[in-house]
């Protein structure tokens, strides 16, 4: 297993789902809205896709700064 997908194996597990949760909800928002299963599958796609991404990325600076906030605490 490459040292990127087995340093990060839990928050990538998060991150799949919530895409899968994110998709979910994504398609039947907007075939409700639109009415039209193609373009709604389209947009629950899209989406949820660069929002998972965005989300891994938070994930990963929440840890890293969580963890120099809990250091600077127990110095201080």
């Given at each position: 297993?490459?040292?990127?997908?087995?340093e990060?194996f839990?928050?990538?597990?998060?991150?799949?789902?919530?895409?899968?949760?994110?998709?979910t909800?994504?398609?039947?928002?907007?075939?409700?809205?639109?009415?039209?299963?193609?373009?709604?599958?389209?947009?629950?796609?899209?989406?949820?896709?660069?929002?998972?991404?965005?989300?891994?990325?938070?994930?990963?600076?929440w840890?890293r700064?969580?963890?120099?906030g809990?250091?600077?605490?127990?110095?201080?």
């Amino acid at each position: 297993m490459p040292r990127l997908f087995r340093e990060n194996f839990l928050a990538l597990q998060k991150t799949a789902t919530y895409y899968v949760l994110h998709v979910t909800v994504a398609a039947l928002v907007a075939y409700a809205v639109t009415g039209n299963f193609l373009l709604s599958l389209t947009l629950s796609l899209l989406e949820p896709t660069v929002q998972a991404f965005a989300f891994f990325f938070h994930e990963k600076a929440w840890q890293r700064w969580g963890r120099a906030g809990e250091a600077a605490r127990v110095t201080a």
